[in-house]
C-alpha cells in the first residue's frame, strides 16, 4: 500500500512519538490563521476553468491542423509539381527522403523547442511563453508559405514552425495542470489533446475542399489558415491570470490565492482554496530551503529517476500507438487500398478522432488514467493485428480495386483503432505527464520527457516511407506489439492521481505507493506530508532517484 496505507491512517501516522502532538498543535495553528472557512459547494466545472481549458487548448489546435494538413499535401498536384521530383514523363512524386523530411522535420523543430521552453518558461512565466512561441509558430508559416518551388524553404519552414508547436505541447499541459482545479484536472488537460484532433480534422477538412484547385491556393489556403490559431492562442492568453503556483513561487501570494479561487468558481477563504495553497506553501517552503537545484537532480531526486524514466517511455509510446502512422500518410495509405478519393477517408479518420476524443474527456474522469490507458492499449493491440493481417494477406497490394472488401475492412478496422486511441492514449498521456512531476523540477521535467516524444514523432514520420517500401502493411505487427507492451507498463509502473492535488500526487511517489494499489491510497495530513517530504528531499539528492 505505501507509506500510508488506508487501514492504519492517522491523523500523525509515521510522526516521531514525541512530536505528535506538535503535529496536531501545527493542524490546529492554520486553521486559526485561515479564520472561518467557506465551505459551500464547489463546482466541478466553472466558467472561468472552461474557458481557460478551450483557450490554452488552441496549442494543440495549431499542431494538429499542421499534421493534418502536410498529410494532404503530398498529394496535391500543384505541390507535387512544386517541390516533388521530376520522374521526366510529366508525373511527380516525392521520393521517400524528400518526403521523409518535409514531414519529419517538423517533429526535429519540436524537439528543440521543447528542449528550449523551460527556461524561458521559469524566467517570464508560463502565460508570456505561449504568446512568444505562438510567434515563433507564425514565423515559420510564413517562410512556408513565400515559397515558390524549394522544397528545402518548405522543410525550414516547418522546422521554425515546429519550434513553436514543440514548446506548446509543454506549455499547454503545464499551464493546465498547475492552474486547473483538481477534480477537472484531468479532462482540461486532456482537452489539449482533443483540441489536436479538432486540428487535424478541421485540416482535412479543408485540404478536400481546396485540393481539386488547378494553382497554389489548393495548399497555401489552408496554410493560410493556420495563421488563425495563434493569433488566437498567443493574444487571447495576454487576457489571462498567471498559473497560481507560479505566481506562488515568485513570492505573488494573493495572486495565486485569487487565481485559485476564480478557477474553483468559489470564494478565496474556501476550505478547497485554503488547503490547496497550504499544500503549495509546503512544497514551496521545501523547495527555497533546498536551494537551487542542478539538471542532474531531474535524475537523482527523490524518485525522479522512476519518474523520469516512466514519462519519456509514455511519450515514446504513445507515438509508438502508430496514430501518426494514420495522420501523417494516411491519404498515401489509403490510396493504396484501392479508395477512390483518399481524402474522403482522411476526413472519416479525422472525424472518428475527433469525435471520440469528446468521449476521453469523460473517460478520464469516470474511470482513471491507470484502467482507461489499459483498456485502450488491449484494444489497439487487436485492432492493428487486424488491420496488419488483413493489409498483408487479404488485400492484392498488386490491384487493391480487385479486393474493395479488404480496403473497406481496413478502413473499419483504422476507425476502431482511432476510436480506442482517440478516447485513452491520445489524450491521458499528456495528462499524466502534466501530473508526474513536482512544482520545482516540472518545466525541465516536462522539457526532457516530452522530447522523447517528438524523437519518436521524427523516427516514424521519417523511416514510414521506407518500411512501408519493403514490408508494406506488416509495419502494423510493429505497432500493435508496442501497444501490447504499453499495457504491461501502465499496469506495473502508473499510478492512479484521478482525483488528488499535484502535491499529493508527489507524495504518492517518493511514497513508493504500489501502482496497482494506488487507487485506494489515502494522502497524509499536511504534517505527515512535510515529514515525508523532509525525509525524501534530504536523502534522494544523495541516494538517487529510484
Known sequence: MGLFSPSKHTENADLPEGNANAGIQISSDREKEAGVY????????????FAMGVLVSMGGFIFGYDTGQISGFLQMPNFLQRFGEDHGNGSYKFGNVRSGLIVGLLSIGTLAGALAVAPIADRIGRKYSMSVW??????????????ETSWVQIAIGRLVAGAGVGALSIMVPMYTSEAGPRQVRGALVSTYQLFITAGIFTADAINFGTEARPNSGSWRIPMGVGFIWPLILGLGILFFPESPRYAYRKGRIEEARTTMAKFYGVSESHREVQREIGEIKEKHDLEVSLGKRPWIELITGPRMAYRTALGIVLQALQQLTGANFFFYYGTTIFQATGISNSFVTA????????????????VVERFGRRRALIVGGIGMTVNFLIFASVG????????????????????????????????TWGPIIWCIVGELFPSHYRARSMALVTSSNWTWNFLIAFFTPFIIGDIGFKYGYVFAACNFAAVLIVYFFVCETQGRTLEEIDTMYISKVKPWKSSKWVPPSRSEEALVDRRAYGDGVVNGGM
Open 38 to 49: 467557506d465551505d459551500s459547494p464547489v463546482k466541478f466545472l466553472s466558467m472561468r476553468s
Open 134 to 147: 505562438s510567434t515563433v509558430f507564425i514565423v515559420g508559416v510564413i517562410i512556408q508559405m513565400a515559397s
Open 347 to 362: 476526413m472519416i479518420l479525422g472525424g472518428v478522432n475527433f469525435g471520440m476524443t469528446f468521449f476521453g474527456l469523460y
Open 392 to 423: 498483408a494477406f487479404a488485400l492484392n497490394n498488386a490491384n487493391p480495386t480487385s479486393t474493395p472488401a479488404a480496403g473497406a475492412a481496413m478502413i473499419v478496422f483504422a476507425c476502431l483503432f482511432i476510436a480506442f486511441y482517440a478516447t
